[in-house]
C-alpha cells in the first residue's frame, strides 16, 4: 500500500502540478494558507504505513511473526484467538532483527540515490513542505539506520542482562521482560504535554531570534544540542511531578470556560 501512496503522491507533485502551486501559488484563502499541509498528506500517510510495516519487524520477538500470520491468513489457517500466543513470549532474535533493518536501510539508502539521480523526485532534492520522494526515502532511510544503530549497541552492552540462548529455561518456558524505561524517558513521558508546548513555544523563539537559513552546519548542531539539553532539564527537573493534570482540567467548568470565552472573542475579533 505504501508503494502505491509513494508512486501517487509523487505523480502528483510532478505531473499534476501540485510541487508549482506549493512552491510558488499566493496565499489568497484558507486552502492556499495551508497548501503545504493540506498537499503532503499523502506522503506523511505513505511515512506512516512505513513506520507501521518497520514497526512489525522489530516489536515482536521474531521479525518474521508478522509475516507467519499474514500466511496463516492468506491461506485459511483457523487459530484460536482468545487463546494467548506463546510466540509473543518467547526469547528475542535480536540479530535476526538487525540483519533485517539492515538489508532495509540499504534499500532505503541506495533508492534515494538513484531518485536523486535520475531527477525521480522533480530535480529539488528531499523537501519537507513537499514530502516527495527523496524525503519520505530520506526519512525511512535514516530511522532505520539509527534504530539499526540503537540494537547494535543494545546488543553489544547489554546482551548479558537478557537470559541466554542456550539456557534450557528460556527455550522450554516463555518470556515475558516488560523492560524498564530509561529514567530521562520517565520523565519526559510523566509531563509529555508540557514539555511539547515548551519544545514548540522554544521553536518559535529559536526562529524569532536567529537567521536559521544563514546558520552554519556548526552552529546548527550547538543550538540544537542546547535546546535538546535545556527540555531534557526541564523534564529531568519536574520528574517527580506531574505539571498539567489534564482530565481535571477538562472536567471542571472553570478550567473550559475562561478557554472557550477566550476563542470566542478571538473569532468575534476576526
Known amino acids: 500500500m505504501h508503494t502505491e501512496l509513494l508512486a501517487v503522491h509523487q505523480i502528483a507533485l510532478s505531473r499534476l502540478g501540485l510541487q508549482e502551486y506549493v512552491l510558488n501559488a499566493p496565499r489568497v484563502d484558507l486552502l492556499s494558507a495551508n497548501k503545504e499541509g493540506i498537499v503532503s498528506l499523502t506522503g506523511y500517510l505513505a511515512i506512516h504505513l512505513l513506520g507501521l510495516t518497520t514497526g512489525t519487524l522489530i516489536l515482536p520477538p521474531s521479525p518474521s511473526y508478522f509475516r507467519r500470520i499474514q500466511k496463516q491468513l492468506r491461506f485459511g489457517v483457523k487459530k484460536d484467538t482468545d487463546a494467548p500466543d506463546k510466540n509473543l ?11 533485517e533493518l539492515c538489508a532495509y536501510a540499504v534499500l532505503w539508502w541506495i533508492s534515494m540515490g538513484v531518485t ?62 516488560p523492560g524498564i524505561p530509561p529514567p530521562l524517558l520517565s ?84
Request: proline content about 4%; hydrophobic content about 45%; some cysteine.
Open 89 to 99: 513470549d518467547s526469547p528475542r532474535q535480536d540479530d535476526k532483527t538487525a540483519t
Open 187 to 270: 520523565a519526559i513521558n510523566k509531563n509529555a504535554l508540557p514539555v511539547f508546548l515548551l519544545a514548540n513555544v522554544a521553536t518559535g523563539v529559536i526562529n524569532l531570534t536567529i537567521p536559521t537559513l544563514d546558520t552554519s552546519d556548526f552552529w546548527a548542531m550547538v543550538i540544537l544540542g542546547g535546546y535538546s539539553y535545556a527540555l531534557c532539564a526541564v523534564a529531568w527537573m519536574f520528574r517527580g511531578k506531574r505539571l498539567l493534570q489534564l482530565s481535571s482540567f477538562l472536567e471542571s467548568p472553570r478550567g473550559v470556560a475562561p478557554f472557550f470565552l477566550f476563542y470566542l472573542v478571538r473569532l468575534d475579533r476576526k
Open 116 to 177: 536523486r539521480a535520475l531527477h525521480l523526485d522533480g530535480g529539488d532534492g528531499a523537501s519537507r513542505r513537499l514530502v516527495n520522494l527523496s524525503y519520505i526515502l530520506w526519512v525511512s532511510a535514516y530511522n532505520t539506520s539509527f534504530i539499526l544503530g540503537y540494537m547494535v549497541l543494545d546488543m553489544a552492552f547489554f546482551s548479558k542482562a537478557r537470559p541466554s540462548k542456550s539456557s534450557k529455561s528460556s527455550m522450554d518456558e516463555p518470556i515475558r521482560d
